[in-house]
Nanobody, 120 residues
């Protein structure tokens, strides 16, 4: 079974940038993505990518600010976050699944999550 481990998040200020990474072991998945969960809210889709560039999908709330990428040779997934806002504060999860999808329930494997806090 695919295992996913996110890098440590952090505490940043509004307008800062932060890059999350996800180490994949135990296999490969065609589709990978990121979701997040803010306090008191449901988990929401952030971004997803297929096996090759050009297959990226983003939530409207992060489009233009976040960039998802993957290194298939190293089996790594990344999320470059720029112009961070306090509303981006959440636990971020790495996802693996069959196809890129905006539906978080379609992903079979999840990481343990990493906290990102954006102060105003």
């Amino acid at each position: 079974q695919v295992q996913l481990v996110e890098s440590e998040g952090g505490l940043v200020q509004a307008g800062d940038s932060l890059r999350l990474s996800c180490t994949v072991s135990g296999g490969t998945s065609y589709a990978m993505g990121w979701a997040r969960q803010a306090p008191g809210k449901e988990r929401e889709f952030v971004a997803a990518i297929g096996w090759t560039p050009g297959t990226e999908v983003y939530a409207d709330s992060v489009s233009g600010r976040f960039t998802i990428s993957r290194d298939t040779r190293k089996n790594m997934l990344y999320l470059q976050m720029t112009d961070l806002k306090p509303q981006d504060t959440a636990v971020y999860y790495c996802l693996a699944g069959v196809r890129p999808s905006v539906y978080v329930g379609s992903y079979d494997n999840w990481g343990q999550g990493t906290q990102v806090t954006v102060s105003s």
